[in-house]
């Protein structure tokens, strides 16, 4: 299974970003294997619809699970309706959320935001 978390650089040190649409990277963790492996994040960058470009890139990168501290309403209608499991994060620290996860102890992410439009 590949889990996909935002995170702030290419390092799993450096933690989870608390942004999704404009998270520099994106993690990849493949809970059998336990390899890693970090792409840019298409949305980051973009001047509008970060969020749709960056539940499209979970799609692409074939992400099972997103494990995430909040997400927008547009990331969120992308990646759910291509039937991707969403999760929240309890802290920022990488490690310790794969672990939860794996261990069945975090929660399907319920509470989804509109996002952050023309706020930067």
């Given at each position: 299974m590949i889990l996909l978390l935002?995170?702030?650089?290419?390092?799993?040190?450096d933690g989870i970003c608390p942004s999704f649409g404009r998270a520099p990277y994106f993690m990849?963790?493949?809970?059998?294997?336990k390899q890693v492996e970090f792409?840019?994040?298409?949305?980051?960058?973009?001047?509008g619809g970060a969020g749709i470009i960056a539940g499209q890139a979970v799609i692409d990168l074939k992400a099972d699970m997103v494990l995430v501290?909040?997400?927008?309403k547009n990331?969120?209608?992308v990646i759910k309706k291509a039937e991707i499991e969403i999760y929240k994060s309890i802290s920022d620290d990488i490690m310790e959320n794969i672990e939860l996860f794996i261990s069945g102890k975090l929660e399907s992410l319920t509470n989804i935001h509109p996002g952050f439009h023309s706020h930067g």
């Open positions: 935002p995170t702030n650089d290419k390092k799993i040190e990849l963790f493949n809970t059998e294997t792409v840019g994040n298409p949305g980051a960058e973009s001047a501290p909040r997400l927008g990331s969120a209608d």
